[in-house]
């Protein structure tokens, strides 16, 4: 299973940004489909976005898209969540999450990190 650990999490206001982290431990990295999972308090964990093995293919949730990019960077082992106006309701745990296949659902995901906060005031 992949390691992982995510990081870039905060505090901040409506409107701002942030970028979050996760570093891959495995050599294989660049083999996974990735993908970020959010969870707010008393909520279930809800699918963000996928980015496939190369970088080439991504899948939003509806209301991030436009506002948030998943990148990779497989020689560095890394994947990201640039994150831009950010609304209250982006308040949640943020997880990075690698599988073999292609999907939202949590579930297909073996290796997840350990998340990192993202709170958003006003």
């Known amino acids: 299973q992949v390691q992982l650990v995510e990081s870039g999490g905060g505090l901040v206001q409506v409107g701002a940004s942030l970028r979050l982290s996760c570093a891959a431990s495995e050599r294989t990295f660049s083999s996974y489909t990735m993908a970020w999972f959010r969870q707010a308090p008393g909520k279930e964990r809800e699918f963000v976005g996928i980015i496939s093995w190369s970088g080439s293919s991504t899948v939003y949730k509806d209301s991030v898209k436009g506002r948030f990019t998943i990148s990779r960077d497989n020689a560095k082992k890394m994947l990201y969540l640039q994150m831009n106006s950010l609304k209250p309701e982006d308040t949640a745990v943020y997880y990075c999450?690698?599988?073999?296949?292609?999907?939202?659902?949590?579930?297909?995901?073996?290796?997840w990190g350990q998340g990192t906060q993202v709170t958003v005031s006003s």
């Open positions: 999450a690698a599988g073999s296949g292609y999907s939202t659902t949590p579930s297909a995901y073996g290796s």
